[in-house]
Every structure is written in structure tokens, then in C-alpha cells.
């Protein structure tokens, strides 16, 4: 029978540099270290959102959030992390050209001393694609962004702080983006 290795994170200083890995993400938060996380946003063609309510044994258990979200474990790149967090969480294999890293968020209070680097995917597959892993994800909703939006400022406290946070970010981003003519 193979050994199971344990799961190791980095820990980082204020400019994202690796110092050393720890074992848990209990010792990550509970020590308030600074570490890695990653986001994505998947889009749907006509505008749809894809939004995961978290499960009872993830991070932000019972908020809404981004379709994707996980660490990065040591000795992994932020796109390699979106990589695998996309296939643990939905089953969905992205290739890295198909990812766009939008932003990075420096670690703060509202990120849980996280740097999250944010990435949007457009999903040209159909819905059955979606196979969630029960045991982090509750529930999948795929609506359209402008009701994303109103919800969230409505009911912000259905939504896990970072993803309000990386959603304030990424329109503005999109609004430049548009603005610029991209």
C-alpha cells in the first residue's frame, strides 16, 4: 500500500516569498501565517456565473463563493493550484491557456492573511461537465452576473468576504478592461 504524504503549505513574507512548509491549514490560520490561495470565476457563454455554496467541512462553510477556491500547496505554482482545485472541487479539467489570471491580492485581514490570485475560465462545456465533490461543495448554481452582482450587495453576508472582496476588484478590473477597448 503507498504512503499517503502529508499535505504541506507554504508559508510566505509580505512579498509573497517562500519561507518554509507547514503541514495543516489549522496551523496556516489558527497562526494567522501568511500562505497562498487561488480563486476562479467561470463564466458561461450569455453571461452566466458560476457560484459554489461552500460545504459544512471547507472555509467559509454555508457562504457562497467563487466557483473555485483552494491553496496552494508547497512546491505548486498559482496556476497549477486553480489546475488541481478546479479538478478536486468540480471535476473540470482546465487547461493552463484557458485560464486568465486577472489580479493578485496582497494578504490582508479580509483574506484570512491569504495572497489570492484570481483567475477567470470560460466554460464552453455544458453543465453535466460539473461533477462537485460532495464533500466540499454543497451546492453549484450557474445565473446570470448581473444578479450575482445585486445579490451580493444585498445579502452580503451569504458571500465569504474574500469572494465580495475579489467581486469589487474584478468589475473594476472589467470596466478598465472595456474601457481600454480589451
Not at 457562497?64 to 486553480?82: N, Q
Request: with cysteine; aromatic share 8%.
Amino acid at each position: 500500500m503507498p504512503i499517503k504524504i502529508a499535505e504541506a503549505f507554504p508559508v510566505v513574507d509580505k512579498n509573497d516569498k517562500v519561507l518554509y512548509p507547514v503541514y495543516s491549514k489549522e496551523a496556516l490560520h489558527n497562526g494567522k501565517l501568511m500562505h497562498r490561495s487561488v480563486h476562479i470565476f467561470i463564466e458561461t457563454f450569455g453571461r452566466g456565473f458560476v457560484l459554489q455554496l461552500k460545504g459544512e467541512k471547507s472555509e467559509n462553510a454555508g457562504k457562497w463563493s467563487s466557483a473555485v477556491s483552494g491553496h496552494v500547496e508547497y512546491g505548486e505554482e498559482y496556476e497549477d493550484a486553480a489546475i488541481r482545485e478546479a479538478e478536486e472541487e468540480l471535476g473540470l479539467e482546465i487547461d493552463k491557456d484557458e485560464l486568465i489570471r486577472v489580479l493578485k491580492v496582497d494578504a490582508c485581514e479580509e483574506t484570512n492573511s491569504e495572497f489570492v490570485v484570481l483567475f477567470t475560465y470560460l466554460m464552453n462545456k455544458d453543465t453535466e461537465s460539473i461533477r462537485p465533490n460532495q464533500e466540499e461543495v454543497e451546492k453549484l448554481l450557474i445565473v446570470p452576473l448581473a444578479d450575482v452582482i445585486s445579490d451580493a450587495n444585498k445579502n452580503v453576508n451569504d458571500y465569504s468576504p474574500v469572494f465580495i472582496m475579489l467581486l469589487d476588484k474584478w468589475i473594476d478590473y472589467e470596466l478598465v478592461e472595456k474601457a481600454k477597448g480589451g
